[in-house]
């Protein structure tokens, strides 16, 4: 019988994201209609989106029920507090052009992600990513954009229905070489216009560098370009699309310029656990940390008839890689208060608690930043910084 | 536009920020210093705050930490809110004879470049000259000088400026970055001071000097005597001046035959001479012709607005033409500046400054005549080269009967000087003219203005010590 990891919920994490969790209870069954995952709040605030519906989790030893008016997770032979997430009330409504605001915006704890456009030029040209096709469930033909105007309304009510955190503006892939950034660039001087929010970007690296400058002098406060995959040849073979048309040595030295330009722990890349060994992937994490980028360490979900990752793929292989991104970070001295609070990914700082048992939510300045002077004040930081940093030039002829 | 991020640490950005406010706060303690401590014996309550205005005037136009209008204004706003002139005075000075030459010489400008004419000259002098950068940088600077003598350096500035501008664009010069383009027209400023000083024609002030000497003794000036007794000055200063921007502005330009071949393109496909052309090339030469026989009978100014009243009257050109073409930022500093040296000179402070250093530094006559020259070349660096010969000249002739000194050689001594304004854009149009292209920057202007001003003072006050006894010339009576 598979161990399980009740007693220490950075571990539980992990291993709920790898296996899933089986859903008897009736009333958490009509809870998680519709959607891939849960949002699961576990001991120690530590916010986990966990699978439900994908074949894989009928065989995990996780069930959820209702204990004493709460909810309870259990295991061989233990079982942890949890509560369930709300849905936020802003995903029953619609914006003024009759859009659902569910379609536009995802809350994933810490972070609101809004994807103006799914479109993704390399699933087009069928060089999608092996993973993210019949995953992720990019539709890749879908021409649909949603305006500025949509956007900016869905953040309002974001906002409005008091959900707090970094606004994650993502780009569908296009070939562009700009990465992304020019199509994202009304919504990310619309959202910093009128709100006094953290806005991070995720777009592909650029092929120049002065569009990481721009990024930045948009008003982006993080910017992600993730590698997903470390090991070169690996990357060729699933990320078809990325390698030919950027190149994993763009990608590199395109976090690097990104991690001299953006503040500390800004700058973060995700390497997708479970798509090759785990060796590779700590070569992965040191590789970034060197250069001052903050490794986001997802866990591959083999989708339906894929059957994409590594075998066998258990928390006791995996949590060695865990343990090992949040020494690494921790040594280099880069920021944890960024990348943080995020449901669908593991970062860093909630592994504090594997590697150190006794370790509570994090030191008094994590905690500042999480309360809402905090979250102000790192708004408030990050404009000042831009303010004083960032520079207009005319370029030459 | 692009962007560039400055990566430094946080904290340092902000000190480089705080740089400015303390900066502002330190000028601001310094003034109200001025302003406030205990006024020295024979220093007026106004002249004492005439002269802190003028330092922080001074102060601001030297680090260029707010645009030279605005620092301008400063001093136009100041000075009748401190009671040093009243309003309806300080605003009438405004409207000083100055201002309007430049506002008529700028529309003169504008409406020859927009014909076309500038651009035509342009390329016919460097098609004739333009065979090596170095000619072409001494046909330029040689032109201006020359021309002061017969006329005066203002309008000699304003004239060759929109071909020097031309120049400048016809061989792809980057401004602010092109060390060829700063020579080109540091070359049109300082020729034009240079040649400035050479007759009696270059400017207004030798003539307002030998008024005020002649009101005074009796005594006077002849053009003959003059330019002999100053022409070997220009000669040196032209050799230093060449000197000091070949080191100081190392060319980057070695070969300019491309460019030729591209004007002499250019020259090829230039129309024939258009009747504006004609019209406005024809308004010009009238122009100088007027400035140099009626200049002193009409005024500079009224001769230069009557040129652009007859452009627009013949059509020649239309305001929208002209607009772009006007430095309003200069105007705004020179207006400002006269206000300033009338500030200075009614309110007493500046001839308590010089009876001040007087008393102190000066008991011999070379040391006299040293001194004098050096406050007016000190002096014209800052206000206008009429106002120090109006404030020093008189205060001059008097010094002259105590210590048994020539009136003339006292005269010399303040209206040669009161001409070598290399420093400062607002020192003279000239300046001001070259500056406002935007090819060099003040801190050009000044870095070089420094050493020709110290070499000026130097080879004049050789010249009156070994040079003007063999012409018959010396300090005593």
């Known amino acids: 019988m598979a161990k399980d990891y009740i007693d220490n919920p950075a571990a539980l994490k992990i291993d709920l994201m790898l296996r899933g969790l089986r859903i008897d209870d009736p009333l958490v069954k009509a809870w998680a209609c519709g959607v891939d995952g849960i949002d699961i709040m576990l001991p120690h605030n530590t916010l986990v989106n966990i699978p439900c519906r994908e074949e894989f989790t009928k065989g995990s030893p996780y069930t959820i029920r209702k204990k004493d008016g709460g909810y309870v997770i259990g295991g061989h032979s233990s079982e942890v507090a949890v509560s369930l997430v709300p849905k936020p009330k802003f995903y029953e409504r619609k914006t003024s052009t009759g859009i659902p605001f569910a379609k536009i915006a995802s809350v994933h704890g810490g972070v609101t992600s809004i994807t103006p456009s799914p479109r993704c030029d390399f699933f087009n040209a069928n060089v999608e990513c092996k993973y993210c096709a019949g995953n992720l469930d990019v539709k890749g033909m879908d021409k649909t954009v949603y305006s500025v105007d949509d956007v900016v309304e869905t953040v309002a009510a974001v906002l409005a229905d008091g959900i707090r955190g970094i606004i994650y503006l993502s780009t569908g892939f296009s070939d562009e070489p700009d990465g992304g950034i020019v199509f994202l660039k009304p919504y990310l001087q ?54 030919a048309s950027i190149g994993r040595k763009r990608y590199m030295s395109a976090l690097e310029y990104a991690a001299r330009i953006f503040p500390s722990g800004t700058v973060a890349s995700h390497l997708i656990v479970g798509l090759e060994p785990p060796g590779s992937t700590i070569m992965g994490v040191d590789c970034l940390v060197n250069m001052g980028v903050v490794p986001i360490l997802p866990i591959y979900r083999p989708g339906h008839g894929k059957a994409l990752r590594i075998d066998p793929l258990t928390a006791e292989i995996i949590l060695p890689v865990y343990k090992h991104l949040y020494k690494a970070v921790k040594k280099s001295n880069i920021s944890l208060n960024w990348v943080k609070d995020l449901s669908m990914v593991t970062t860093p700082a909630e592994m504090r608690a594997i590697v150190d048992k006794t370790a509570s939510n994090g030191s008094l300045i994590e905690g500042f930043y999480k309360s809402k002077i905090g979250r102000k004040a790192a708004w408030g930081l990050s404009s000042l910084m831009r303010k004083l940093r960032v520079k207009k030039s005319e370029e030459d002829e | 536009m692009g962007f560039e991020i400055d990566t430094r640490p946080l904290w340092l950005l902000l000190l480089l920020r705080a740089r400015r406010l303390m900066f502002f706060m330190a000028l601001a303690a310094v003034f109200f210093y001025l302003l406030f401590m205990s006024a020295p014996a024979g220093l007026s309550v106004e002249g004492q705050r005439a002269i802190a205005i003028f330092i922080v005037c001074l102060v601001l136009w030297m680090s260029n930490m ?62 004739r000259f333009g065979k090596s950068p170095r000619t072409l940088l001494l046909s330029i600077f040689l032109l201006a000088a020359s021309l002061s003598f017969v006329m005066s350096e203002h309008a000699v500035a304003a004239m060759l400026f ?47 000097a030998i008024g005020i000497l002649k009101e005074s003794t009796g005594l006077s000036i002849d053009f003959l005597d003059y330019a002999i007794a100053v022409f070997p000055l220009v000669i040196v200063m032209l050799i230093v ?112 400054l010089v009876d001040s250093i007087l008393v102190n530094w000066a008991d011999r006559p070379w040391m006299v005549f040293a001194t004098f020259s050096l406050l007016s070349i000190a002096l014209t660096e800052a206000m206008s080269n009429a106002a120090v010969i109006a404030i020093l000249l008189p205060v001059s002739i008097g010094m002259a009967d105590r210590v048994g000194m020539s009136p003339v050689a006292l005269t010399y001594s303040i209206a040669v000087p009161a001409g070598l304004a290399f420093m400062f854009p607002m020192s003279t149009p000239a300046n001001a003219i070259a500056v406002s292209s935007n090819y060099i920057t003040i801190k050009d202007m000044t870095k070089g203005g420094i050493i020709m001003c110290l070499t000026a003072w130097v080879v004049f006050n050789l010249l009156a010590a070994y040079y003007w006894p063999l012409i018959g010339m010396g300090y005593m009576k």
């Open chain 1, 190 to 243: 619309a959202i910093k216009n009128k709100f006094h929010c953290l806005v991070a970007v995720e777009t592909l690296p650029p092929k120049e560098n002065r569009w990481i400058d721009e990024t930045y002098a948009l008003g982006a406060d993080s910017v992600l370009y993730n590698l997903e995959i470390y090991d070169k040849e690996l990357f060729e073979l699933i990320c078809p699309g990325r390698a």
């Open chain 2, 66 to 127: 707010v645009p030279l209008a605005i620092t301008s204004l400063f001093a136009i706003v100041l000075v009748p809110l401190l009671g040093v002139l009243s309003k309806k005075d300080t605003y009438a000075i405004f409207g000083n004879e100055a201002v309007f030459f430049i506002l008529g010489a700028f529309m003169l400008a504008g409406a020859i470049m927009h014909s076309g004419l500038s651009n035509r000259i342009a390329l016919n002098i460097m098609d």
């Open chain 2, 162 to 208: 929109p071909i020097v501008f031309d120049i400048s664009k016809g061989l792809g010069l980057k401004p602010g970055k092109s060390n060829y383009a700063k020579l080109l027209f540091f070359a049109l400023a300082w020729g034009c001071v240079i040649g400035g000083i050479g007759t009696f024609l270059g400017g207004a002030r030798v003539p307002l």
């Open chain 2, 241 to 352: 001046g060449y000197l000091l921007m070949s080191r100081f502005f190392p060319s980057e330009v070695t070969d300019v035959s491309s460019a030729h071949a591209v004007l002499g393109k250019r020259l090829k496909g230039l129309s024939k001479i258009s009747y504006n052309e004609y019209a406005v090339g024809g308004v010009l030469v009238l122009t100088i012709f007027a400035w140099v026989f009626f200049g002193k009978l009409l005024g500079l100014a009224t001769i230069a607005l009557s040129s652009v009243v007859c452009l627009f009257v013949f059509q020649l050109v239309r305001w929208k033409d002209i607009e772009e073409y006007v430095n309003w930022g200069i105007i705004l500093m020179y207006g400002g500046a006269i206000i300033l040296g009338s500030a200075l000179d009614k309110s007493g402070a500046a001839q308590w």
